[in-house]
T-cell receptor, first 115, second 115 residues
Framework: EAQVTQNPRYLITVTGKKLTVTCSQN?????MSWYRQDPGLGLRQIYY???????DKGDVPEGYKVSRKEKRNFPLILESPSPNQTSLYFC??????????????FGDGTRLSIL | AQTVTQSQPEMSVQEAETVTLSCTYD???????LFWYKQPPSRQMILVIR??????QNATENRFSVNFQKAAKSFSLKISDSQLGDTAMYFC????????????FGKGTKLTVNP
């Protein structure tokens, strides 16, 4: 089954404790992206990757890191989480650059709470 | 930069009736793509319908159709014969044709279908 898998689905942690949210896709997609969703703000892009070893900032990259060492994986790293990073996070992928022709597949989301 | 505006934070409709969700956007581009995504309480992001800007014909997917007015930069979603399962957040989104590979989302409209 074609899917984007995020882990964990839920996480409660404390300020300053490094965490990683994993994202893996089994569709051999080149493009992957991370979004955060906050009430009243919709989804905003954090980082995206056009292919292995190619990453770029989205609209709200501050406080986040990503890496793309393998095509299937695109982890989101919070080196020193803060309460303002409490949010719902989505990973997404699509087959080729050119978003309109190949709409993104989304993971099921990760609810992060930073105390 | 592109922006997407959904002016209706919340809407409700009776089961079996028709409802229209509004979306306007701002861009200087001529070729682009527009989407409606549905997010039910399960939090999944589900693509409902997609429209290519170069196509004059409005997209239709079963009970879902759009009214795309390119000159007015308007992209409304019409849901016919509303069902209880249509209760969800609905997000309008914009994607450029090539170039920046990201979806720009509106803030969402919460739709409730009442029995």
């Amino acid at each position: 089954e074609a899917q984007v898998t995020q882990n964990p689905r839920y996480l409660i942690t404390v300020t300053g404790k490094k965490l990683t949210v994993t994202c893996s896709q089994n569709m051999n997609h080149e493009y992957m992206s991370w979004y955060r969703q906050d009430p009243g703000l919709g989804l905003r892009q954090i980082y995206y990757s056009m292919n292995v070893e190619v990453t770029d900032k989205g609209d709200v990259p501050e406080g986040y890191k990503v890496s793309r060492k393998e095509k299937r994986n695109f982890p989101l790293i919070l080196e020193s989480p803060s309460p303002n990073q409490t949010s719902l996070y989505f990973c997404a992928s699509s087959p080729i650059p050119g978003l309109g022709n190949q709409p993104q597949h989304f993971g099921d989301g990760t609810r992060l709470s930073i105390l | 930069a592109q922006t997407v505006t959904q002016s209706q934070p919340e809407m409700s409709v009776q089961e079996a009736e028709t409802v229209t969700l509004s979306c306007t956007y701002d861009t200087s581009e001529n070729n682009y793509y527009l989407f409606w995504y549905k997010q039910p309480p399960s939090r999944q992001m589900i693509l409902v319908i997609r429209q290519e800007a170069y196509k004059q014909q409005n997209a239709t997917e079963n009970r879902f159709s759009v009214n795309f007015q390119k000159a007015a930069k308007s992209f409304s979603l019409k849901i016919s014969d509303s069902q209880l399962g249509d209760t969800a957040m609905y997000f309008c989104a914009f994607a450029s044709q090539g170039g920046s590979e990201k979806l720009v989302f509106g803030k969402g409209t919460k739709l409730t279908v009442n029995p």
